[in-house]
């Protein structure tokens, strides 16, 4: 079991390269099955959620070189199963977006029910059911695997969800590319990677219009073939970064990032004091002040503040002169690393989706653990703005989302190492290994 040890106040400055979407890699990923011929897919993150779905879709059958550099080819031609309850499926939220391209490349999908972050309870996926149900499907769930299936194939419908909902928008998206007949979604999610699968699927010859608004229309078309996709920047890795600049009190330059995406971030860090400078086209350069601002903060959809940088900002607040009020608009229960903050200072108090926070005089090491990839996130963070060690356990949490977090974090300067915490008990004493 692997750990991170962080000696904090050391100030972040540098450069630093953000990877691909983790949230776009793992929707486009799928949805390879839906083409006939070969994907070449650039700018793909070298993360474990990433990792694992490859895994999955070679267990299906599909063929896989890593021609380096963030770049794979993925040929899909040769999967010939409709099943995918592999152990691995449960480790991974994003494997329910097989079921939309598994529906519509077989006109059935058994998936076993998926895992990833816990919070704010089991994930619904009523929406999900909702829109497969309108084009035709049949859902049911039993033992933990959904089964999903359709007499004759999927067909176009107006599907308009309840509340907007990222992973429904994506696995309508992927059922209707190739269902007889026009799609209509309308409560459509509006996030940057949505618009990165419609333009993925478009490459490959789909029909997709109005990704990026909240009405999407599907035009269903007979196949799909291969082509090239370079992958857009990880919206939340480099608001990460953004923030552990700030936090620290340094100057980064992130590069490799489309600043649009990150005007709901870099907003609210300039309301905290925080200056925020674009850099040419692709790059921007964040530099920490002296004492943050109060600020309230409200998640939202796209393009609204995101949910997954809630944790990120609220360690930061931890830190701000006055009382800050974060609510969470999206999740039930995304406050599970307050805890653990309050291990290092915090003063933070939890009321419903809202969380007030007194701005204290600075935070100090403590050991910690992460329950989930962004809360982890905002643990390093913590550790690295705080006064002495902090050790991070539960670090797999963090590597599903982050590419050489480690090592990216040590370019800027900071004192952080990745240490193997496991414990061999044949080399424990007997009476240790009795117990």
């Known amino acids: 079991m692997s750990k991170y040890i962080i000696r904090g106040g050391v100030p972040l400055n540098g450069s630093v390269t953000i990877s691909g979407a983790k949230n776009a890699a793992v929707a486009i990923i799928p949805a390879a099955l839906l083409v006939d011929g070969v994907c070449r897919i650039e700018n793909v993150p070298d993360i474990s959620d990433v990792s694992m779905l490859f895994g999955i879709l070679r267990q299906m059958g ?28 449960r480790r991974i939220r994003a494997s329910y977006y097989l079921i939309g391209a598994l529906l519509a490349r077989f006109g059935r999908a058994d998936i076993a029910m998926p895992g990833g972050c816990n919070f704010g309870g089991v994930r619904p996926i009523d929406q999900h059911v909702k829109g497969f149900t309108a084009m035709g499907a049949s859902i049911d769930i039993k033992n933990g695997v959904l089964t999903a299936t359709t007499d004759g194939g999927l067909h176009g419908a107006s599907v308009f969800f309840d509340v907007v909902s990222v992973g429904a928008t994506i696995n309508i998206m992927l059922a209707a590319t190739t269902a007889d007949g026009v799609t209509l979604i309308e409560n459509a999610a509006r996030e940057p990677h949505i618009v990165d699968l419609a333009n993925f699927l478009n490459y490959m010859g789909a029909d997709i219009r109005g990704a990026g608004t909240n009405v999407i229309r599907i035009y269903g078309v007979k196949s799909l073939h291969g082509g090239t996709y370079s992958i857009i920047p990880d919206q939340i890795e480099a608001g990460t970064y953004m923030a552990a600049a700030a936090g620290t009190g340094g100057r980064v330059e992130i590069k490799n990032v489309t600043p649009k995406h990150l005007e709901c971030i870099s907003g609210k860090l300039r309301e905290m004091g925080v200056s925020v400078e674009e850099s040419g086209v692709a790059s921007i350069v964040v530099e920490g002040g002296e004492r943050f601002r109060k600020i309230d903060v409200t998640t939202m959809p796209y393009p609204g503040f995101p949910t997954d940088m809630q944790p990120q900002i609220s360690t930061l607040l931890c830190l701000a002169d006055g009382t800050s009020t974060v609510t969470e608009g999206v999740w039930d229960n995304r406050f599970k690393y307050v805890d653990e903050l309050a291990k290092m200072g915090a003063s933070i108090r ?28 905002a643990l390093v963070i ?3 703005c705080a006064r002495g060690t902090t050790e991070i356990e539960g670090v797999s949490y963090i590597e599903r989302g982050y590419e050489d977090i480690v090592g990216k974090l040590r370019s800027l300067g900071a004192d952080i190492t990745s240490i193997d915490d496991t414990f061999d008990a044949s080399e424990a004493p007997a009476e240790a290994s009795a117990v």
């Open 350 to 377: 939890v009321t419903g989706r809202t969380a007030i926070i007194e701005g204290v005089s600075g935070l100090t090491g403590a050991p910690l653990r992460a329950h989930d990839l962004r809360a982890g996130a």
């Open 382 to 384: 913590a550790g690295l």
């Open 62 to 89: 599909a063929r896989l070189r890593d021609l380096g550099g963030g770049t794979v080819e993925l040929d899909c031609t040769s999967v010939s199963t409709h099943a995918a309850t592999f152990d691995a499926m």
